[in-house]
């Protein structure tokens, strides 16, 4: 039995392009869990956190009716649930604590490719598939179009094929299933990423201090994914043109350098990708014995 008062629950998705991710920023926020006969529940070993398995679709729901306090889901699903959630005069149904870097995707028109229609300028009067119901018949009314709109929980892709839509409106990722289906990408109404969800009642004041440690696990997490640890040798004179090039760095460590005039040890803490240009670069305005190495945990 979960106790709702001390345990922190929180949704992810059972299976499909976001469980792996969300399993893996858990763990490097050093979560352990074992997983329960039923598969359904993960129990935090070494932290009061439990994971719900369930499917994406239900994850809104799950965070909204504060049987969750946390969910992680992709932007096109809780925007979807907000819309529908929206209808019942529910506004805020919950908040969006924070953009993960992953699970990036868009929820886009398809034409098929012999179809009549081919862009949004041709939809009037046409029959659309989606498993974004709300999310498309928004994005119609906003344009002023006027087109039907059917439901699929699966497979949408097909629909055209089985003679029930003319065009859809579906996720896309890599965009193989549209290609495969002969189906070709149109606008994007959604750019989608995973986000992190959390109940809009407040948390027992018991879970709040280890919810408030997860965020900034999550946080610290997220910005050592791109980190790197610079070390150089440079002249001092050249210190500004060091950290202009190298934006997002934090004040960085000199060092003298033993029995070498003019020329320091600079250390510092990147929070963005270093590229070949900007090693050439950092070369260019005298820096040398340059290296990068990345970067294992951070808190800021
Ligand atoms: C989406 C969408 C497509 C597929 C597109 O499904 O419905 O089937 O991904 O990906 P691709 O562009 O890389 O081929 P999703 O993963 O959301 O599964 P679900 O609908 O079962 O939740
Ligand atoms: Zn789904």
Not at 137 to 153: G, H, Q, T, W
Not at 248 to 276: K, Q, Y
Request: net charge negative; with cysteine.
């Amino acid at each position: 039995m979960i106790d709702k008062q001390t345990r922190i629950k929180i949704a992810i998705q059972k299976s499909g392009r976001l469980t792996e991710h969300s399993l893996d920023l858990l763990e490097r926020c050093g979560l352990k869990y074992t997983r329960g006969r039923d598969q359904l529940i993960g129990y935090g070993e070494n932290m009061p956190i439990d994971l719900l398995f369930v499917r994406d679709d239900d994850i809104p729901g799950l965070v909204r009716d504060d049987v969750c306090d946390l969910g992680i889901a992709g932007l096109n699903i809780i925007e979807e649930k907000r819309l529908e959630y929206g209808c019942d005069g529910i506004m805020a149904p919950y908040t969006e604590v924070c953009r993960l870097d992953y699970g990036h995707c868009r929820l886009a028109f398809g034409y098929p490719e012999t179809g009549a229609r081919q862009a949004i300028t041709e939809l009037d009067g046409a029959t659309i598939a989606t498993s974004y119901p709300f999310t498309v018949r928004d994005y119609l009314k906003r344009n002023d179009i006027s087109a039907d709109v059917v439901e699929f929980s699966g497979a949408v892709e097909i629909a055209p094929s089985l003679g029930r839509a003319d065009v859809i409106c579906d996720l896309v990722s890599t965009g193989t299933t549209m290609i495969a289906n002969k189906i070709r990408e149109g606008e994007t109404i959604l750019e989608s990423q995973c986000m992190l969800i959390r109940t809009p009642v407040a948390i027992p004041e018991e879970k709040t201090a280890w919810v408030n440690r997860l965020l900034q696990r999550i946080e610290g997490v997220m910005q050592v994914r791109e980190s790197k640890y610079i070390m150089m040798h440079a002249p001092k004179s050249a210190l500004a043109e060091i950290r202009a090039l190298l934006p997002g760095a934090e004040s960085p460590t000199v060092l003298p350098l033993e029995g070498v005039d003019g020329r320091v040890a600079i250390h510092v803490v990147c929070r963005e990708n270093v590229f070949w240009e900007t090693l050439e670069a950092l070369k260019d305005v005298g820096a040398s014995s340059i290296l990068v190495v990345p970067v294992e945990k951070m808190l800021a």
